[in-house]
């Protein structure tokens, strides 16, 4: 079964500085899909990244993007020029290649920003 | 769209009750799926349904919760009866069906949750 770890429970940054934020994952797939999901105080589940593992390239969206390490199955987040609005818990993800399967999520990362 | 719709947003019980949670998919998505969320374990997968049927309910904890998909827009999920340790926040997601028309598999789409508080 595919498993996903998150080794920081909780981590912190400095307004406009840069964070990176943990996720290692097991499978035995070859192709398969990598998500960060952000839970802001109003519980409301934000989709900020996804990853296709058949793209070498790592995927960016404004100031977060993502280290992808297929060999070493990893998928870590950076966000850069950190705000006071992306304090919340960061859930890594993943999505076996078949698509219609659960989602299997990391325990979290809590992230505070300090301003 | 509205997105995933769940009903009630909060709900605070006695020990003993039913609790009927309530989840509306985005109109199309073809898998459901239902998740806890405590501090302790995370999210953890309780059931999901594709074209309304259950596919894997391994992680639903007890008997004492079951889960229905009578149609494509609507499901529920049941505690009978409930207690202190079934107190969470219950999420719905939704996703459209992948592999369908060359669709590529895609995120799941969360509901806002159901913060359960039984006392």
């Known amino acids: 079964a595919q498993t996903v770890t998150q080794s920081q429970p909780e981590m912190s940054v400095q307004e406009a500085e840069t964070v990176t934020l943990s996720c290692t994952y097991d499978t035995s797939e070859s192709d398969y899909y990598l998500f960060w999901y952000k839970q802001p105080p109003s519980r409301q589940m934000i989709l900020v990244i996804r990853?296709?593992?058949?793209?070498?390239q790592n995927a960016t969206e404004n100031r977060f993007s993502v280290n992808f390490q297929k060999a070493a199955k990893s998928f870590s987040l950076k966000i850069s020029d950190s705000q006071l609005g992306d304090a919340a818990m960061y859930f890594c993800a993943y999505l076996h290649p078949s698509g219609n399967t659960p989602l299997v999520f990391g325990k979290g990362t809590r992230l505070s920003v300090i301003a | 769209d509205a997105g995933v719709i769940q009903s009630p947003r909060h709900e605070v019980t006695e020990m003993g009750q039913e609790v009927t949670l309530r989840c509306k998919p985005i109109s199309g998505h073809n898998s459901l799926f239902w998740y806890r969320q405590t501090m302790m374990r995370g999210l953890e997968l309780l059931i999901y349904?594709?074209?309304?049927?259950?596919?894997?309910d391994s992680g639903m904890p007890e008997d004492r919760f079951s889960a229905k998909m009578p149609n494509a827009s609507f499901s529920t999920l049941k505690i009978q009866p409930s207690e202190p340790r079934d107190s969470a926040v219950y999420f719905c997601a939704s996703t459209p069906q992948s592999g369908h028309r060359g669709r590529v598999p895609t995120e799941a789409f969360f509901g806002q949750g159901t913060r359960l508080t039984v006392v």
């Open positions: 349904f594709n074209n309304n049927v259950p596919i894997d």
């Open positions: 990853q296709e593992a058949y793209k070498q």
